[in-house]
Each structure stands twice: as C-alpha cells, then as structure tokens.
C-alpha cells in the first residue's frame, strides 16, 4: 500500500495498454498521423517498406494482436535481434508454462533436457534426470538458460515503450530514440531490470504495459519513465535509460515496487520469486541457470 501510495504522489500514468493472450482474430493498429513514416528511423515510403508484421509487444508474449504500422522493415529487422535474445532468456519460462509464440504453437526447450506442451495444460520431459524422483509433492527442475545479451534485453523494453507511447508525446523521448537506434551510446545509470516469476496455475489471460511518467515538480532523483510489462505468469519492472543530460549521480532506480494483475492473487504471494538482473552488459551471457519447483497438483 505504501509503494502505491509512493507511485501516485511521484509519476502520472502516461499509458496503460492491455492485450488479450493469444487472440489473433481481431487486429489492433497503432497508427501515427503520416502514414508509411517510420517512428523509429525517421523515414518514410518509398525510401523505406512497410511489408513486415511489426508487433508492438514480441509476439513471443502471446501478442498476436497489437501491430505498429509505423515501424519499417529495415528497423523491424534491426529490433528483432533484441527481441530475439529477450525470447532466449525466456526460453525456460515459456516452456513450462506453455506461452505460445509465432505461429500459434508451444515453445520447445531443447538441451540435455527436452520440454514442451504436447496440448494444452500438460507439461511433457524427455530426458528426464535420473536423479530427479518426483514424489507425491513434486521435484525441482534446473534448466539451462540460451545465452543472452542483457542489453539487448533492456533495448527491447524500452523499444516496446517507445511504440506504445502515443504520437503527441513521442518528440518528448526524442533523446530515448536517438539511444535505441545507436548501438555505441550508453547512459549514465546501469540498466537493469526487476524480474518477477509467479506460479503457473495462476496465468494471466492478458498481456499488459504500463508507463509511469515523473511529475513535474518531484525533485527526488528517481528516473523520468518507469516500465511495467507482464504476460502470463511474468513481470518486467525496469526504468528508460537516463541521459546524459539530467546528471543524475544518485538516481533511485526503483523507487517502489511496482504491483500487476498478477499480485492480486495474495495466496499466491509468498510462492512468487523476485529477480534483479543486469541489463548493461553487451557481452554474451553463458551458462546460467533456471530453477524450478515443480509440483503436484493432485
């Protein structure tokens, strides 16, 4: 209660958006005044093609609705390789808890250990450890995280930031845009993230982003936008990147602990798992580990 008292008294909500997991009949398109202008590079038709699909949320999430008309080909091109390292990290999590990416189908771990969703709300392992017993109560799985770029995985929060904002506060972010089309410029505070994990058999059935913009008159060095994402059983806490220019030495990244949908189930609370990762490094993450408790449901 206090951190939500702390969010509304510091930062005003500059966009809610929600999506519904994996509906794909109906088609949302963001749209911005000039037609075939690309948000992202400045350029427009013929210059540059408008032919791709442009997500405004990676469709690894279960976004098969909300597209951006005013992304071209080249910049959807250029952001797919952050979205992709973004559904490498993920990888594990999707699995297991059956998020369905393009094409509509279930996400397939595949290392040492094999798993995937044969159908719906079953959960299949090949190569199960012989180490592993599972009793009555369940096991822990430790899984093999793909190796990752943090950075990249920063570049597309914030890119999924950039497209939500709406057409008449985007020249506000003018300098935000200018740090995700140049892979050399960097910020003056280290990007990182909040990661939460809920329990499976509670998904949510929406996919939603919100961004928390500063009020004017707050002094406190706390960052200008705050971004909140959340699909299915996860949620994404991170800030946009800080310039230069604000000089901000003693910046509170976090202020508060932003709460989602998926806090609302209170039983479920004290099952949740909290994640600080650091999404500064450009170099290859290897090696990391997902655990997992895996339990009976009988």
Same mark, same amino acid.
């Given at each position: 209660?206090?951190?939500?008292?702390?969010?509304?008294?510091?930062?005003?909500?500059?966009?809610?958006?929600?999506?519904?997991? !994996? =509906?794909?009949h109906?088609?949302n398109?963001?749209?911005? &005044?000039? #037609?075939?202008?690309?948000?992202?590079? *400045? +350029?427009?038709?013929p210059?540059?093609?408008?032919?791709?699909?442009?997500?405004?949320?990676?469709e690894?999430?279960?976004?098969?609705?909300?597209?951006?008309?005013?992304?071209?080909?080249?910049?959807?091109?250029?952001?797919?390789?952050?979205? !992709? =390292?973004?559904?490498?990290?993920?990888?594990?999590?999707? &699995?297991? #808890?059956?998020?369905k990416?393009?094409? *509509? +189908?279930?996400?397939?771990?595949?290392?040492?250990?094999?798993?995937?969703?044969?159908?719906?709300n079953?959960?299949?392992?090949?190569?199960?450890?012989?180490?592993?017993?599972?009793?009555?109560?369940?096991?822990?799985?430790?899984?093999?995280?793909?190796?990752?770029?943090?950075?990249?995985?920063?570049?597309?929060?914030?890119?999924?930031?950039?497209?939500?904002?709406?057409?008449?506060?985007?020249?506000?972010?003018?300098?935000?845009?200018?740090?995700?089309?140049?892979m050399?410029?960097?910020?003056?505070?280290?990007?990182?993230?909040?990661?939460?994990?809920?329990?499976?058999?509670?998904?949510?059935?929406?996919?939603?982003?919100?961004?928390?913009?500063?009020?004017?008159?707050i002094?406190?060095?706390?960052?200008?936008?705050?971004?909140?994402?959340?699909?299915?059983?996860?949620?994404?806490?991170?800030?946009?990147?800080?310039?230069?220019?604000?000089?901000?030495?003693?910046?509170?990244?976090?202020?508060?602990?932003?709460?989602?949908?998926?806090?609302?189930?209170l039983n479920?609370?004290?099952?949740?798992?909290?994640?600080?990762?650091?999404?500064?490094?450009?170099?290859?993450?290897?090696?990391?580990?997902?655990?997992?408790?895996?339990?009976?449901?009988?």
């Amino acid at each position: 209660m206090r951190d939500l008292e702390t969010l509304a008294s510091e930062y005003d909500i500059l966009v809610s958006t929600e999506v519904d997991y !994996n =509906e794909s009949h109906t088609k949302n398109y963001l749209k911005d &005044a000039v #037609g075939k202008k690309c948000r992202f590079c *400045n +350029k427009g038709f013929p210059e540059v093609k408008f032919n791709s699909v442009a997500h405004a949320i990676p469709e690894f999430t279960g976004n098969k609705s909300l597209i951006a008309t005013f992304e071209c080909d080249n910049c959807n091109q250029y952001f797919s390789k952050f979205e !992709n =390292e973004f559904a490498n990290f993920m990888l594990p999590y999707n &699995a297991l #808890g059956g998020v369905k990416k393009k094409g *509509n +189908k279930f996400p397939k771990y595949k290392q040492d250990i094999i798993v995937y969703h044969p159908i719906e709300n079953y959960i299949h392992i090949d190569n199960f450890p012989q180490e592993l017993h599972p009793d009555t109560n369940g096991f822990d799985l430790i899984l093999d995280t793909p190796s990752y770029i943090p950075n990249f995985i920063y570049r597309s929060l914030i890119k999924i930031g950039l497209t939500l904002i709406p057409e008449n506060t985007i020249g506000k972010y003018q300098d935000v845009l200018t740090w995700l089309m140049d892979m050399s410029s960097d910020t003056i505070f280290p990007a990182s993230m909040f990661f939460s994990i809920f329990p499976f058999r509670n998904p949510s059935s929406k996919i939603r982003c919100v961004l928390f913009t500063r009020k004017e008159s707050i002094n406190r060095e706390i960052p200008r936008t705050l971004l909140v994402l959340s699909y299915q059983n996860f949620s994404f806490q991170t800030f946009f990147p800080v310039p230069f220019s604000e000089n901000k030495g003693k910046l509170i990244p976090f202020p508060v602990a932003i709460p989602t949908s998926l806090d609302l189930n209170l039983n479920l609370a004290q099952e949740v798992a909290h994640k600080l990762i650091d999404l500064s490094k450009i170099e290859r993450i290897k090696g990391e580990k997902a655990q997992f408790n895996i339990k009976s449901l009988d």
